[in-house]
């Protein structure tokens, strides 16, 4: 059991590059959640929006507003959002402990609800 921590955070790498695109782009908020697809089963969603949907869950991390569409917040609980880099890409990457599985291209992931105190 999880206890009632931030729900998402970012690493170092991570809120510099969101920092540089919502600079770029003018947006306000990191917006994060999940949505059904791939082999695997789900799929990571991030977006650059100005506002906030009413039920959305808000966290700040290092200098980043953040909103976790509530339909995921039991799926991200704990997770923490880092930027990588490779000689064969750049990407955000989600080391989440709810995540049970991932399909073998990395574009899915299966996931379990946290239980939240």
């Known amino acids: ?9 970012l690493t170092d790498r991570a809120a510099d590059q969101v920092k540089s695109i919502m600079a770029r782009k003018g947006a ?3 917006r994060v959640g999940v949505k059904n697809g791939g082999c695997a089963g789900m799929e990571y969603l991030m977006e650059f929006v ?15 507003e953040i ?4 339909k995921a917040v039991l799926f991200l609980l ?4 880092d930027w990588e ?8 990457v989600f080391n989440n402990p709810n995540q049970t599985d991932a399909c073998g291209c990395g574009e899915s992931v299966t996931l379990t609800e946290a239980v939240r105190n």
């Open 78 to 81: 704990g997770a923490e959002i």
């Open 67 to 70: 909103v976790i569409d509530a």
């Open 85 to 92: 880099t490779t000689q064969l890409h750049s990407k955000f």
């Open 28 to 30: 306000g908020f990191l």
């Open 50 to 64: 100005d506002e906030p949907a009413p039920a959305d869950e808000r966290v700040a991390d290092k200098g980043v």
């Open 1 to 9: 059991m999880l206890g009632a921590g931030q729900v998402v955070t």
